[in-house]
T-cell receptor, first 113, second 114 residues
Framework: GDSVTQMEGPVTLSEEAFLTINCTYT??????LFWYVQYPGEGLQLLLK?????DKGSNKGFEATYRKETTSFHLEKGSVQVSDSAVYFC????????????FGGGTRLMVKP | DSGVTQTPKHLITATGQRVTLRCSPR?????VYWYQQSLDQGLQFLIH???????AKGNILERFSAQQFPDLHSELNLSSLELGDSALYFC?????????????FGPGTRLTVL
């Protein structure tokens, strides 16, 4: 079945550091890929998405590129802020298969001032 | 605010009991999804309803059931509760023709089984 693997956290960075959170997936066909963010005590919010190979999703300074050849969708941000501290989930949604999301285990990011 | 509402926010109950979690999707959304978030299993898809009909099932236990009503709100029923059912339960909704299934999540219901 489909699966998503992300780097385990926590990831601890200083403010203005560069962020990379790795995500790889296993799926048949051409799934859509997503990054969701969960702030403490809240539900998940869609951060960005990409729907086909080589698409780049971007939002709030975060970026991720759909790499079919490496089955990856790594999340990057050039300069993190304390307010970016949260748990980040990589997810996929297969086409024509109920549209449920399959999530990775989540990566907690802690940004220190 | 995603526009998806869930009640109650917190629920504390005992083993063997039955509870009902409620979800109201965003205005106009026909699809409702339920997910369970637990420390050991992570975020798992439970079930999907579209316009009142069940569309897909994931890792949902037989003790759990759900339905979507004509006004499109959904309820997740959990019975014969066990300690391991303690988790955050999220509801998400999406539009009928949402491109590539963008789902909007509610704030969740935290269930504690004692």
């Amino acid at each position: 079945g489909d699966s998503v693997t992300q780097m385990e956290g926590p990831v601890t960075l200083s403010e203005e550091a560069f962020l990379t959170i790795n995500c790889t997936y296993t799926a048949t066909g051409y799934p859509s890929l997503f990054w969701y963010v969960q702030y403490p005590g809240e539900g998940l919010q869609l951060l960005l998405k990409a729907t086909k190979a080589d698409d780049k999703g971007s939002n709030k300074g975060f970026e991720a590129t759909y790499r079919k050849e490496t089955t990856s969708f790594h999340l990057e941000k050039g300069s993190v802020q304390v307010s970016d501290s949260a748990v980040y989930f990589c997810a996929l949604s297969p086409h024509n298969a109920g549209n449920m999301l399959t999530f990775g285990g989540g990566t907690r990011l802690m940004v220190k001032p | 605010d995603s526009g998806v509402t869930q009640t109650p926010k917190h629920l504390i109950t005992a083993t063997g009991q039955r509870v009902t979690l409620r979800c109201s999707p965003r205005s106009g959304d026909l699809s409702v999804y339920w997910y369970q978030q637990s420390l050991d299993q992570g975020l798992q898809f439970l079930i999907h309803y579209y316009n009142g009909e069940e569309r897909a099932k994931g890792n949902i236990l037989e003790r759990f059931s759900a339905q979507q009503f004509p006004d499109l709100h959904s309820e997740l029923n959990l019975s014969s509760l066990e300690l391991g059912d303690s988790a955050l339960y999220f509801c998400a909704s999406s539009a009928r023709d949402a491109l590539h299934n963008e789902q909007f999540f509610g704030p969740g219901t935290r269930l504690t089984v004692l």
